[in-house]
């Protein structure tokens, strides 16, 4: 199975292998995971990435939204350095970028904040 890749991002929606979504999503090695949600809307924390760390990635690429509104605090940001996870935090259209760039090279997941 390939690892997913994004074909298209634009404010509100996204399109992973031919299939739209239109709500925040995580891709992992294996699976997009749709209807992504946070305890607290713009800030990230731990607990909000739970599948995703499960997905055991080198990588992790965070997008914060199209105008970077979603902040990553400082106590995530420690707490993944801790567990030996790389993290790229950018606003979501350079975050696809960067997930499509590194996906076949590093074992990569993508959570993506769709909209502001």
Known sequence: MATPQI???GF???KVDGESYG???IITPDAVLARWWRIEGHSLAMVD???AIQARPEVLVIGQGMFGQMAV???TQASLQA???ELI???TNAACETY???REKRRVVAALHLTC
């Open 100 to 102: 499509n760039r590194l």
């Open 23 to 25: 709500k925040d999503v």
């Open 7 to 9: 074909t298209d991002y």
């Open 83 to 85: 567990s030996g996870i």
């Open 49 to 51: 990435l739970a599948v």
């Open 12 to 14: 509100g929606r996204i």
């Open 73 to 75: 605090p400082e106590e």
């Open 89 to 91: 935090a950018q606003k």
